[in-house]
């Protein structure tokens, strides 16, 4: 039990199971120089701190709570406010961290650590965090069977979420927004990722989110709202996207030609600029099933679903996929007459790469979003 | 009033006005002879200013007119065809035309009210037939007084009535000592109106001089006939006769 | 001046011409409003209009205006007129009175549905475009004698922009994509005036950012007190110059 006020943190030690409750909100400061908590051992909670102040340094990842071996350590209820990692874990099993505030000084993104970063770590619950300012939101490398939910990660430097080799992992009802770059998924099977929202990640190269060789996962439900590219796909194979709102986004599914045995059904694709963009002809995922505001065929026997195969790649995503600066001409008589064209007569677009089942309708996902 | 001196004006190749020197005179009503594309109206237009001469200088009131406007307060006009606005009315032409002539000294209606033009006052341009329009064109070209008139075909598509009323009302100011330029070619009309006479025949001033004089030339009582024969004689500059030889 | 502009301006907005181009947009502003709930789609669809329908409009009845004023402008040259009020009081009233029409059909229905910032820079462009395009009518107007001729100049500069220009940028940009193209197209964009005023509207619907790297620089650029100005300036050339050089015509022009 620690009473209300400012305590210097120096690099304190816990080599035993403990539990450590902060009343009101103690203020721990780094003074700018030093770690705060160093957690060597199983069964330790911390809970009710105000974490402020850690060192910076290139070469040592200081945090707000380090833990190694920690195997059921629990961070709940605390504030971590410039601190350069908040929570840096490794080699730990069964780590729950929830209801924590993060929030990094205003830095460069080379000054600036990780909100929540796990190493070599297994069934982890990360829960009902709110992580801001910070170079990667929430980090995971080599992090299975764990749960990550309700988390709110906005305005990182660079990824709201950034996860690799992390297998058979969950994620849902997460809001990203805003992150210099969207979030990142690579190097992973087995992941899922529910209900999720991927809101206004806009700039240059910048993705709602990014799928790097990833296969056997889920996408289902999530939404995806004004970003530059809602998701991109690349070596992604028997991955399933379901139920997920596109909405605004620049392009809605980026796919690579390397990307194989995929299924999108369900979707509703609205208001994007281009909805699926491929950079290959020959395409082996199926899209079936989904909604296009584009769509403008006809459904005689009203059966909810479109007569005429829908062709969702617009040419001129793959004009501006060779030439970026042809983007000008975007909206112009001449693409649209160029477009009509192609869906006439497909000759650069993939031959292949249709819905069969358009929906007439969009899907009503307003419930669950 | 009007001095012209050396004008030249080609369409492309096509040489309209070859040299006119010439000038006019308060008082006198000149009749503007000669065949169609003799020249007749671009000359009229170039001394309005509608047409810029190649070369050459008019002077109008002793005021060149190159690159000025002013001076056309001085001039009515009246085209050979008149178009107006299609849905102006009748009245709010006159209206408009004095507030852009921005007239100060008091107008003169008399062939509004002659052609009975006021009871048409609310009628739009493109209702009009051709005669009417001849009427509106003619009472506007007398409408502020000027001391020049440019009347080109004046008395072509109107009534008979019309004619008669027109051509009293050119006399009446030619003796007010007005200075007008008719083109036409009903000739009988020239004969009662004129007293001077140019024929222009290729852009060449072929006849400058009174009517009188022409007939004596030609030996010809009426003025068509005798512009048939002056026509018919040998066609070279050398022929053409002008005032100051006379 | 002002007197001649403002008897042809009442000419003009007398013509069913122009009371069917304003209830045309009037009609397609509701029913666009009417059918979408959502105003940036609805801008999205007007902005085609804007586009399309406005230069096109403009730059035919501007040419028609100006041949079957041609006894008019006669008539008025002969009076003791400056040729210059003359031809530049066809311009404003012409110009005008089409402006006048726009602002009435596509910005009467604005207040009903919310006035949006886009809205705004759609009503912005337009007008600009009414004016560049009336611009381009009266040169080709002064440039030929015949109105068939004429007509078919002014189609010819409305098909040109609308489209050949595009064709033409395209094929260039496909010659040269090994080449860092987005400064070069800032160059291209000005010599159009309805791919400028095109992105000038894109940019304020917000697509611009989603549009990778080139739509960040048009942002970066056009989005800029500098770049606002430019493209505002570039407009006005494209007003101003047609404009000036066929006045210059018109002085020496014989009527």
Request: aromatic residues 12%; hydrophobic residues 45%.
């Amino acid at each position: 039990m620690v009473l209300p006020g400012r305590y210097t943190g120096n690099n304190i030690k816990i080599a035993k199971p403990l539990t450590l409750i902060g009343v009101d909100f103690p203020v721990l400061d780094g003074e700018g120089k030093h770690q705060i908590f160093t957690v060597a051992a199983g069964n330790v909670t911390i809970t009710g701190f105000e974490l402020t102040n850690t060192g910076i340094s290139s070469v040592k990842d200081l945090a707000g709570v380090e833990a190694i071996g920690a195997d059921y350590l629990r961070i709940f209820n605390n504030r971590f406010i410039g601190t350069y990692f908040g929570v840096h874990v490794a080699n730990t099993k069964a780590c729950v961290i929830e209801k924590n505030f993060f929030r990094a000084n205003e830095r460069k993104e080379y000054e600036t650590g990780n909100g929540i970063h796990l190493w070599q770590c297994s069934d982890a619950v990360i829960r009902n965090n709110y992580i801001t300012r910070h170079r990667d939101g929430i980090y995971f490398e080599f992090v299975t069977r764990s749960l990550i939910e309700h988390n709110l990660c906005v305005n990182n430097m660079r990824y709201g979420l950034h996860f690799m080799f992390s297998h058979q992992d969950e994620y849902r009802n997460n809001v990203f927004s805003k992150n210099g770059a969207g979030v990142a998924v690579m190097y992973t099977h087995n992941v899922k990722m529910e209900y999720n929202k991927f809101e206004q990640n806009e700039g240059n190269s910048v993705f709602g989110l990014l799928l790097k060789d990833i296969s056997d996962s889920e996408v289902k439900h999530n939404t995806f709202i004004k970003n530059t590219m809602a998701v991109y796909l690349e070596g992604v194979s028997r991955t399933r996207f379901e139920g997920n709102n596109f909405k605004l986004n620049g392009y809605g599914i980026r796919l690579q030609a390397n990307c194989d045995a995929n299924t999108f059904t369900q979707n509703n694709f609205l208001s994007n600029t281009f909805d699926l963009a491929t950079n290959g002809t020959l395409v082996l995922n199926n899209i079936d099933g989904n909604y296009w505001d584009k769509y403008q065929g006809y459904d005689l026997n009203q059966d909810q679903i479109g007569d005429v195969p829908y062709r969702p790649v617009n040419l001129y995503s793959m004009v501006v996929e060779r030439v970026p600066a042809a983007v000008f001409l975007w909206r112009s008589f001449m693409v649209f007459l160029l477009d009509r064209a192609e869906k006439a007569l497909p000759v650069i677009t993939p031959e292949n790469l249709k819905d069969n089942y358009p929906r007439m309708k969009p899907y009503d996902y307003r419930s669950s979003a | 009033m009007i001095t012209v001196h050396q004008l030249k004006k080609n369409f492309g190749r096509l040489e309209v006005l070859r040299s006119i020197t010439t000038s006019f005179e308060s008082g006198k009503t000149y009749a503007l002879i000669g065949p169609n594309g003799s020249g007749k109206t671009t000359f009229i237009k170039c001394m309005l200013g509608m047409v810029i001469p190649d070369s050459g200088s008019i002077a109008v009131g002793g005021e060149d007119i190159n690159g000025s406007w002013k001076y056309r307060e001085k001039i009515g006009y009246m085209p050979q065809i008149g178009r107006y606005p299609d849905n102006m009315q009748i009245g709010q032409l006159f209206d408009m035309m004095q507030t852009i002539r921005n007239a100060s000294h008091p107008v003169d209606g008399e062939l509004i009210d002659a052609f009975g033009l006021r009871d048409l006052f609310g009628k739009r341009m493109h209702t009009l037939s051709g005669g009417t329009r001849q009427k509106v064109s003619a009472a506007l070209a007398f409408l502020f007084n000027p001391p020049i008139l440019f009347l080109d075909e004046p008395t072509a598509g109107l009534d008979p009535v019309a004619v008669e009323v027109l051509k009293d009302k050119i006399l009446h100011e030619c003796r007010k000592g007005k200075l007008i330029v008719i083109t036409s070619h009903i000739m009988n009309d020239l004969d009662e109106l004129a007293t001077e006479a140019l024929i222009m025949q290729d852009g060449v001033l072929r006849f400058d001089g009174t009517i009188d004089a022409l007939k004596e030339i030609t030996g010809e009582s009426r003025l068509g006939k005798a512009i048939a024969r002056f026509m018919n004689r040998t066609h070279t500059v050398s022929d053409t006769i002008i005032r100051q030889k006379l | 001046m002002s007197r001649i502009i403002r008897y042809v301006f009442y000419d003009i907005l007398r013509t069913r011409f122009v009371i069917f181009y304003t209830l045309f947009l009037l009609g397609s502003t509701f029913a666009l409003f009417q059918l979408d709930a959502d105003p940036g789609k609805v801008i999205l669809s007007m902005m085609n209009v804007v586009l399309m329908v406005v230069p096109l409009v403009s730059i035919v009845f501007a040419s028609i205006h100006f041949y079957n004023s041609y006894e008019f402008i006669e008539l008025m040259i002969a009076q003791p007129v400056n040729r210059k009020s003359v031809f530049m009081g066809q311009y404003f009233a012409v110009a005008s009175s089409l402006s006048l029409a726009l602002l009435t059909g596509a910005g009467l229905p604005m207040p009903f549905y919310g006035i949006t910032p886009a809205g705004i820079a759609l009503l912005y462009t337009g007008i600009l475009l009414t004016w560049v395009f009336v611009s381009l009518a009266f040169l080709s107007a002064v440039l030929t004698r015949d109105k068939a001729k004429a007509i078919g100049v002014a189609l010819l500069f409305w098909f040109y922009f609308s489209l050949i220009y595009d064709g033409l940028i395209l094929w260039v940009m496909y010659s040269f994509m090994d080449y860092p193209l987005e400064k070069v197209t800032l160059a291209l964009v000005s010599l159009n005036p309805v791919d400028l005023a095109r992105i000038i509207l894109l940019l304020q619907l917000d697509i611009s950012a989603l549009m990778g790297y080139t739509g960040a620089f048009y942002k970066a650029f056009f989005g800029s007190s500098a770049g606002i100005l430019f493209s505002a300036g570039v407009l006005v050339l494209w007003v101003v110059l047609p404009v000036w050089l066929s006045l210059r015509i018109f002085m020496r022009k014989d009527l």
